[in-house]
């Protein structure tokens, strides 16, 4: 007998959805039937990425949002509830990086991963978690009113690289704030997991693993080989679904192995 979730009626809100592992996670809660809210700053992308959805009869919608303006992350938010209804998955994946020596950081590197790796996605998260709570505690006794938050951290917190370390000092503060937000909103039926990706090879940097640089990395990788977007389908949809009840603060690497 074959093992299936089924999200239909759940409604995912993805942050950062206009490419790589954002484009990812909609479309694989999409196929598993929840209504996904794509929201991202690249509005354009976001409609291609919602008319290849709905070309596969899922259910999509697209919002610019903008995860370092802390009023246009209200006005998505409340955008998405009211158009679309009430936010039962968030995928908390918006990131960016830069590379420098320590020595070399500036004070505008250091707040452009910030201000979007760790601000943002606390608002994020604190907006759409406020919304849950509300729901939570007025509902009726027996009624379906827990909410799931996927935090996308990085193998990167967990251990430090070189050349990328404000990068990695970002992810570990996620991996705090997923902790801090399950202890506290566990008891209304939220749970906030983390997932920590490796590398994953996707179209931003799809050509540097066939540079000389790149193909030393996969080498001190230790199965020597770059995870593919799809790698991640199965967590994704287990976290967002009624079947991760038991799971609540995990922090789980998905990197093959990288930061062991």
Known sequence: MAYTIDLSGRIAFIT???SGLGAQFAKTLARAGAAVVLASRRVDRLKELRAEIEGEGGDAHAFEMDVTDH????????RAETEVGSIDILVNNSGVS???????VEEENYDYVFDT??????FVAQEVGKRMLARAKGAAPGTYTG???????SMAGLKVLPQIGVYCMSKAAVIQMTKAMALEWGRFGINVNAICPGYIDTEINHHHWETD????????MPRKRVGQPEDLDAL???LASAQSHFINGAVIAADDGFAL
């Open 16 to 18: 950062g959805a206009s």
């Open 147 to 153: 909410g799931r938050i996927i935090n996308i951290a």
């Open 236 to 238: 994704i949809v287990l």
């Open 71 to 78: 009023d246009s992350i209200k006005a998505a938010v409340a």
């Open 213 to 220: 640089a790149g193909q030393k990395l996969v080498n001190m």
């Open 117 to 122: 790796n760790v601000k943002g996605a606390f």
């Open 98 to 104: 830069t590379t420098q020596r320590i020595q070399d």
